[in-house]
């Protein structure tokens, strides 16, 4: 058919005689959104690296359009029209945002950068993503939320006939993603087609008109988004139904246990912030990109200088200035991007033991390769790591793996204030419920969880109250027995000031 634009037919790729893809057949539309689903190790990265080029498939044929780009190089299918943005962020952190888009085709002019048409067009094609900050900034000054954005705007400047999106949402809030789904809405009309990977499965029926779902590197199939639902492609994901994505805990919630005292992050527009939480308790902090999450969890860490404001723990006023206290202290942070938090060429073992080596070390002070093994194993065991040895390099782990190793980390020093920020970000349903099933029994085993998310249906269905933030402000606190999805995107966009 004349309006196919990606077409492969029996792509076949194996890695050291494992099969990571199996004959697969696939077929999109121009003008098309189509979603790539599965769990981590279905195939999905592999495909799509195969289609961009990054990787040669063993057997198989590969069309765009009418070309066959069996040959061809990254370079060359990028010059056909076909564009990605990998879920792992890749800009220039010293450059500035305008130069990051426009890099490799910046405007020349008698052999000199013309920096003032370099702006102009790099906020050209921001402008179509969001408004929220300028071309000349420097990419280091900005979140992760707005690092994504600029990705996306450095692709829209290639002028793409297809456009690949991996997890392209997993930063941004509810509004910010209503607001980018309303570009690609736009780009489809412009008859750009969009394969579109997520493990937001709603957004997959907000967005997409089919939906291929991969398991074991085989195509399970392609459905029409219209004739399925979410329990049906989990079940298609994974093999099995499943009936409980987020297991809630009765769990007691008992004494105070972490409280801050009027919080006031310097530059980061966090003002005035108070809450506790307790023994037994996970307590959700909501709001759209740029409302503070991350920044308040940072500070309370000792990784974001505070101007004003006090940290409590059992009572006792704590130095939040110095990670070190703040880890002697019995407090853990699971960052944002998990990949802040590893050695990604060093094992997984080394990753594990990285806040305690003590517990790793034999009478001399030297690092015990045996114990430092043995406790891995442990860990590795309890949380279900999927990894053929705890001597793998971590950066080989999927998603979900990684950030179990992450966890286990912190369970290895004895933490018992656990601070999270967007854990499941780009993590498949499986690895998903394992770790809410992980959280369940952190507070089971009476630590306090304070849970930092842009996902509303996850707060209120994983946190027992919630802290919704509005430009760096609390602007309401809840119980999530007693609120809804609207009221609380009401306080998250400032519809509503009492919080009380």
Known sequence: MKDIIIKTVAVHKNFSGVTALDDVNFEMKEGEVHALLGENGAGKTTFVKILTRDLREDAGEIYLRDDNIRGLSVRQVQDLGLAMVPQAINLVEMFSVGMNIMLGIEPVR????????????????????????????????????????????????????????????????????????????????????????????????????????????????????????????IRLMIGQSLKAMIPKKQVPIRQERLRVSGLHIRNRNVRDVSFAARYGEILGIVGTMGAGKSEILHSIFGLEPSLAGEVFVDGKRVDSTEPQEAIKNGLALVPEDRRDALVMDTSV????????????????????????????????????IATPSVKQQVGFLSGGNQQKTVISRWLNTGAKIYLFDEPTKGIDVGAKSEIYELIGELVKDGAAVIYA???????????????????????????????????LLLYMLGGKRDAK
């Open 110 to 233: 008698q052999s000199l950068l013309n920096w003032k048409h370099l702006n102009d067009e790099a906020s050209t094609h921001l402008s179509k993503i969001t408004d929220r900050f300028d071309v000349r900034r420097k990419v280091s000054e900005l979140s992760v939320a707005e690092k994504q954005l600029v990705s996306v705007a450095r692709a829209l400047a290639r002028n793409p006939k297809v456009l690949i999106l991996d997890e392209p949402t997993a930063s941004l809030g509810d509004q910010e993603t209503r607001e980018f789904f309303s570009v690609l809405r736009q780009l489809k009309e412009e008859r750009i087609s969009i394969l579109y990977i997520s493990h937001r499965l709603q957004e997959i029926f907000d967005l997409a008109e089919k939906v291929t779902v991969l398991r074991d590197g085989k195509k399970v199939g392609t459905y029409s988004v219209s004739e399925t639902n979410e329990e049906e492609l």
């Open 349 to 384: 073992a080394r990753n594990i033991t990285l806040a305690n080596l003590s517990s790793v070390c034999s009478f001399g002070g030297w690092i015990s390769r045996p114990m430092e093994e043995r406790t891995a194993i442990q860990y590795k065991n309890r949380l279900s």
């Open 453 to 487: 998310t842009n996902e509303i249906d996850e707060a209120l269905e994983l946190c027992d109250n919630l802290i919704v933030l509005h430009r760096g402000q609390v602007a309401a606190e809840l119980k999530c027995s007693e609120t809804n999805r609207e009221e």
